[in-house]
């Protein structure tokens, strides 16, 4: 499952046990597996990997996990060095949101996506009533993660995570999944051969990681079985509209709307949480023309900043978060199922003229900042809260447009001095 940061229109996509279109991940920060003492196998050999999973049998059985429910999960479990070469190889790479965007809500996307909600009509109304999750929704995270089914992946889920508890960056984390994966097959929902996912332990038409699966997965068609992998989908995308259910969606509530910013408007309030009435005394109007709905709290949010489309987000675009901790994942899935309902494209025009700033630029842009007094709380080439409240600190004390857009421009003026 992905974990996605979004910087002021640049989408760094960190890719640490991920899905196909973006699943749950709630991992630390990878950090790098110690080197073995001088006489112990290394990291990365089939001796090794064997003598770790007979040190972790003692561990999974003691946390419930019977004998025969391991041995047979085991049985015929390898090192899968192509696992942790995937592991290694993910290069953090940068994107714009619009790009971003362009592929989530592809036309493609959005056809395949009418046709699932005709093809699978009876089923997606019953989940719809039964938790209280539109159907639009359910289908555009079907469509994000998978492809609407099109790629669940076929990796076998335990010897993967096994390889990644062992000779992973996050030996903690893979052994907590490695756990919940055992415990699935505990439980009967599927055999140790047919749990399969993508290479980091994702799995069926809506990438659950295992410890989620044993969370939120739901037996919605009622055979005994939560059968997320099989090619029919209902138990998965039940189990999708479950997790936003526990998560705390609200029915009828979007995610958020296109506004329109009157001239001179203070862009020191993106990012701040106001009810609808003040935002609308503020002259925000939405983009189409009209007073903002009265959905509850709304928080300004210019993805690209003062130049790019302005929206008011709700509490179902942080719920959607929950799902995936992504601002540029949440408005995906939100736009993907409004053009599903019938909407047309955003009316404002992005910036697709700005370039995102490589990794090292973002560290550069850290440390200028902090020279200057305006703490980042640390340079990791992320761009977090912190950096971008550093950054409209900056834009205020420099007298520019305090959007906390973080762009080649604004790493220029800062070169400037």
Do not use: C
């Given at each position: ?5 979004i910087a002021a229109g640049m989408v760094g996509l960190l890719l640490p046990g991920c899905g196909f279109g ?85 036309p493609t996307r959005i056809n395949n996506g009418r046709e699932k909600l005709a093809q699978h009509a009876q ?126 969606w609200r029915r009828g509530q979007p995610w958020g709307v296109e506004v329109q910013l009157p001239s001179g ?153």
């Open positions: 499952m992905r974990r996605t940061v973006g699943a749950v991940d709630r991992s630390a920060r990878p950090e790098a597996r110690p080197q073995a003492p001088a006489g112990q196998s290394q990291p990365g050999s089939q001796s090794g990997f064997n003598r770790w999973v007979e040190g972790f049998r003692s561990r999974a059985l003691s946390q419930g996990i019977a004998p025969a429910t391991f041995d047979r999960a085991f049985r015929s479990a390898s090192f899968m060095p192509s696992v942790v070469r995937n592991d290694q190889n993910q290069a953090e790479f940068t994107r714009a949101i619009w790009d971003y965007l362009d592929n989530a809500v592809s089923a997606l109304q019953a989940i719809e009533a039964r938790y209280g999750v539109e159907k639009e929704i359910v289908v555009a995270i079907w469509g994000m993660e998978s492809s609407y089914g099109s790629f669940r992946g076929t990796t076998p889920i335990i010897p993967a995570l096994a390889t990644l508890a062992y000779d992973g960056r996050r030996g903690a984390f893979f052994e907590e999944q490695l756990i919940a994966a055992l415990r699935i097959v505990q439980a009967g929902d599927i055999s140790p051969e047919g749990m399969t996912g993508s290479w980091a332990g994702a799995m069926g038409h809506t990438q659950f990681m295992p410890t989620s699966y044993l969370e939120h997965a739901v037996d919605f068609t009622g055979d005994g079985r939560r059968d997320i992998w099989s090619d029919d989908p209902r138990d998965a995308l039940a189990s999708a509209a479950a997790y936003l259910a526990n998560a705390g408007f203070d862009h020191r309030t993106t990012g701040t949480s106001r009810p609808a009435a003040e935002w609308s005394r503020m002259g925000v109007t939405l983009a189409s023309g009209g007073a903002v709905p009265d959905h509850g709290a709304a928080e300004l949010f210019l993805p690209a900043g003062a130049r790019g489309p302005a929206f008011l987000t709700f509490a179902n675009f942080r719920v959607i978060k929950r799902y995936n901790s992504s601002d540029s994942y949440a408005m995906g899935i939100g736009h993907l199922a409004d053009r599903l309902r019938g909407a047309g494209p955003f009316r404002a025009e992005w910036p697709r003229g700005d370039r995102p700033l490589s990794s090292a630029e973002r560290q550069e842009l850290q440390r200028l900042l902090t020279a200057r007094g305006f703490d980042t709380g640390g340079v990791d080439g992320r761009i977090g809260p912190n950096t971008l409240a550093a950054v409209r600190a900056y834009q205020v004390s420099a007298g520019i447009t305090a959007d906390g857009y973080v762009s080649a421009d604004l790493l220029a003026r800062l070169r400037r001095g």
